[in-house]
Every structure is written in C-alpha cells, then in structure tokens.
C-alpha cells in the first residue's frame, strides 16, 4: 500500500507514500496490493505501540509471502537503497512470535538457536535454523529481510531485550509461543571495526585489514577499546600513545587485546560474540597540569605518573562521579601510594559506541 491510513483504536496512522512508492518504483519483488492486508494481523498488532510511543510517526506496511534466502536479501538491499535515496532516518520492524506450542523446554531449545543467528545479523543462518529445526516461527521471512536491510544501513550491533514464552504468564509449560524483543542497532565504523576485529580474531584467529579507511580512522591517535557484556565489562586495553600506522589498526589491535588479554577476565569464547557491546575512545594527546583544579571528572581523563608507574583512567565512567575518586583509582592502577608525589596528565575522548 502505498497511500491511505490505517485504522486502530488509537486511531488512524497514515502511510509514508513518499517511501513507499520510491521502494515500490525501485524494487523487482514489491507489488501494491491492498488486499494481501485483510487476513494478516502482523502489521496492525505492532501500530498501538507505534501510535503510542510516537503520535506522528508514519508506516509503510509489508507482507511477504513464502519466498528464498536470496529474495529476502534483495527485498532488504531495496529497502535500504530506497531509504539512503530519500536521505531518512527510520526504523524496520518484523512481526513474529517464535515457536508455537510446543514443551516450554522444546521451544527454549528451538528458539535459542533462531535468535543466536539474528543477534549476529544473519540471515542465512536463521532460515537455515527455521528449516532444519522445524522452528514455527511465523516471520522469519520478514526478520531476514529487516536484518538484509538494517545491515545495508550500517547495523552492526544487537541486543536481545527479553526472550519469553506464554508460560511464563499462564503457568502451564506444556505447550507454549515463544516471544523475543530483539533491537538492531546501527553503529559507527570505528565500532564496527572494533567488533569486526574481535569477531575475525575469535572465530578464525585472523587479524582482520580494515575494508575501508573512513576519515575518523586516519591519523594517529591512542586508543582504548571497551567491552561490556549485559552491562558488565568484559575487557578494556588501549594505548596512551599511538603505536600503529592510524586509528583503524590502533582499534583492530587494542579490540583483539581487550578480548583476549584482559588480565581481569578470560578470553571472549565465540559464543559470547553476539552479546558483546563495544565502545570505542580515541584520545587526544596529553597534557601536563598544574593541579586537580584543572581537571574535571566528566569531561578530562586523567594520567597519574610517578617514575615509570603510570594510571589512566577514561572520563565520563559510571560511578566515578569526582576528581579525587579518578586519582585514586589511577594510583590503585598503578601501584602508586596515596602518599606518594605524582605528576598529572589530563586528555579528552571522542567517543563511539
């Protein structure tokens, strides 16, 4: 459909007929037809909470009938193409409950393993899941389809916000629907780098070449790449200084160091790649202060220095909310005493996640 609204209890929502008709003009696979619409609740059951959450938003609705992998792909690469030619910013929603009455204990199993192939945006590997485990999950074709498109648009990041099944409210595990909430996030390059990194190092330990230099990956610059699992770190390494060529091989080398050789933590296993989050610092160069007047928790990281001992510590960090909390931590770092004269370096971060 490519004009009109729709009409809920909220009430109406009008269609984007701009986006619309540019995917429909651009696309092989795509057909107006209002009709295909009728007897398919996927759409409507997602418009409340649109509606909701945001009054004026606009849709374009999709159905898709049972179609190949290589469809799915093509689908996603018009919707892309269509957006980036209208220059929006937007947001791809696919409708679908997992796997339908079976054993809670079945489902758990089936459903893990679609969602395992979505947290790592592939698309192939889900319906390649959905038909080998006999996974009834009712949109996988509409889910690779958003994962194609999102990718092409820079996704590079996922987050699985919840997984449930109707057990959990009915109490009866016997036969049960699955549900996921599943959030692909679009990411800045120098993150991509970061997870491509790690994920190239873990999985076949390959130093990976960047495939593209973009602006903010030339120069030299220190570095220090952080990994959080579920909220929690799960690694941290970087560089004061700059010791590689640019910024990219500075972020491939300190994401490999921050998931393999973190002292505090063991190395990432293949199977924690998909949860992993990761932010990205590039330092400026450090400069000498006079004294903790000239620094500010918030805005400044600071470099504690006595001799050959030396503490760094990022800014803007949960938790560390003063100056004299960031020293401290430095000096534990380091190995410094309390007591002990110590020079002091401030810098700034450009910050990505």
């Known amino acids: 459909m490519t004009g009109g609204d729709w009409q809920t209890p909220l009430g109406k929502i009008a269609i984007d007929s701009a986006l619309a008709q540019q995917i429909l003009a651009g696309s092989r696979y795509f057909e107006e037809d209002e009709t295909a619409h009728q007897f398919e609740h996927a759409v409507e059951v997602q418009l409340p909470f649109l509606q909701y959450f945001k009054p004026d938003a606009k849709i374009v609705p999709v159905v898709i009938a049972q179609t190949s992998i290589e469809v799915c792909k093509g689908i996603g690469q018009e919707i892309a193409s269509a957006v980036k030619e209208l220059g929006r910013e937007v947001v791809l929603i696919a409708s679908s409950d997992m796997t339908h009455y079976e054993s809670q204990k079945s489902a758990q199993v089936k459903d893990d393993q679609a969602i395992n192939a979505i947290l790592n945006l592939r698309e192939d590997e889900l319906l390649e899941k959905v038909a080998k485990l006999n996974i009834s999950m009712c949109g996988a074709l509409p ?8 990718r092409e648009l820079g996704a590079g990041a996922t987050e699985l916000v919840d997984y449930r099944t109707s057990g959990d ?58 990994i959080h699992k579920r909220g929690a770190l799960r690694g941290c390494i970087g560089t004061i200084e700059p010791t590689r060529h640019n910024i990219a091989e500075e972020i491939i080398a300190n994401a490999i160091s921050s998931a393999t050789s973190d002292p505090r933590f063991p190395p990432v296993s293949a199977g924690e790649l998909a949860g992993l989050d990761f932010k990205v610092d590039v330092l400026t160069a450090p400069e000498p202060v ?11 990281g600071v470099i504690v220095e006595t001799g050959l001992r030396r503490g760094l ?37 450009d910050r990505y996640q």
Do not use: W
């Open 143 to 150: 889910a690779a389809c958003v994962i194609a498109a999102a």
């Open 169 to 226: 409210e009915t109490g009866d595990y016997r036969s049960v629907v699955g549900y996921a909430g599943i959030i692909l996030k679009k990411t800045h390059p120098l993150v991509s780098l970061a997870r491509e990194a790690v994920t190239g190092y873990v999985k076949n330990h390959k130093v990976i070449k960047p495939s593209e230099i973009t602006p903010e990956m030339k120069g030299k610059a220190g570095v220090f790449v952080s």
């Open 290 to 300: 006079a004294g903790t007047g000239e620094l500010d928790s918030q805005k400044y």
């Open 313 to 349: 510590l990022l800014p803007d960090l949960e938790g560390v909310d003063s100056v004299d909390h960031q020293i401290e931590i430095c000096r534990r770092k380091a190995g410094i005493g309390p007591d002990e004269p110590v020079k002091l370096y401030r810098f700034r971060v």
